[in-house]
């Protein structure tokens, strides 16, 4: 949770070269945008995450009425200007621990 939004602002303004990057940038990848309404925080996930499951959670399933998947999202710059747009609404944003 520390420093996460300061990580997606510096992300929205500037390149941010980490080793996941660079993947995504030889190959097509997508990412999806977790929020939970009760808890109010959002995650940014990889297409390909066991959680994201293209965007219909793990198993499959979740609780419309709690969550919802929004994507997806053709580069992570623009995962995190969405959700960056969000922020007002939400306690806390943050990257996916497995898939980033
Ligand atoms: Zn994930």
């Not at 995450?49 to 009425?65: A, D, I, P, T, W």
């Amino acid at each position: 949770m520390l420093n996460q939004h300061r990580d997606l602002r510096a992300l929205a303004v500037g390149p941010n070269m980490t080793p996941n990057r660079c993947r995504a940038m030889t190959e097509q990848e997508f990412f999806w945008i977790y929020e939970n309404h009760i808890k109010r925080y959002a995650a940014i996930h990889r297409a390909e995450c066991g959680f994201c499951n293209r965007g219909e959670g793990v198993g499959g399933g979740y609780n419309r009425l709690h969550a919802a998947w929004m994507g997806p999202y053709e580069s992570l710059d623009d995962a995190a200007h969405k959700l960056l747009a969000r922020i007002a609404t939400l306690h806390d944003i943050r990257y996916c621990t497995r898939c980033f």
